[in-house]
């Protein structure tokens, strides 16, 4: 199996346990992570590796909630 360069995702939720349980399955997930939090209006903050660098990526409704 390919290696995932998804090294952190943080999520903003209602309570702490489904911030958790969101986290851990879109580690799991891995690449696929951003489209399956955009297409269930997860909050989410993902942490890709990317060369030497690292990349931010954000969902829609993680930028609406960061931005009020």
Request: charged share 25%; with cysteine; aromatic share 10%.
């Amino acid at each position: 199996s390919k290696k995932s360069s998804l090294l952190s995702v943080s999520i903003l939720a209602n309570n702490c346990m489904e911030a958790d349980a969101l986290a851990t399955a879109l580690m799991v997930l891995g690449e696929d992570a951003p489209n399956f939090a955009e297409k269930f209006n997860i909050s989410a903050l993902f942490i890709f590796a990317e060369a030497k660098n690292f990349k931010l990526w954000k969902s829609d409704d993680f930028s609406k909630l960061i931005e009020k």
